[in-house]
């Protein structure tokens, strides 16, 4: 079965492309448009791999990944941002926007554990 990645941004026209570069390498995806929306979907079924930007209305990127560790959540999460050159949350991988779309299948399959990464 084909791995879930939940892309959670507030700018559609980068949820359209990620979801589909994701579509085509092999990913199962679905996408939400702010961090509340996002707890909703993952607590509803929860994600293999969730992608979010750092600055998004009602719950950000970084609260969101705060959430998770409070909530128990031991679901790989992978910040991206174009408002910050580099985001420090231990444990985080992070991808600046713009960013090359190599390297971000690169982490997202580094926060999967995949050996070839």
Do not use: N
């Amino acid at each position: 079965m084909a791995r879930s990645i939940l892309i959670v941004d507030d700018d559609h026209d980068v949820v359209h492309v990620l979801a589909e570069l994701l579509a085509l390498e092999g990913y199962r995806v679905r996408c939400a448009f702010d961090g509340q929306a996002a707890l909703w979907e993952v607590d509803r079924d929860p994600p293999d791999l969730v992608l979010t930007d750092v600055v998004l209305p009602q719950v950000d990127g970084m609260s969101l990944a705060r959430q998770f560790r409070a909530r128990g959540w031991a679901i790989p999460l992978v910040l991206m941002s174009a408002a910050y050159a580099y985001v420090d949350l231990p444990g985080l991988p992070f991808v600046p926007k713009p960013f090359d779309l190599d390297v971000l299948l690169q982490v997202i399959a580094h926060a999967f554990g995949d050996r070839q990464a």
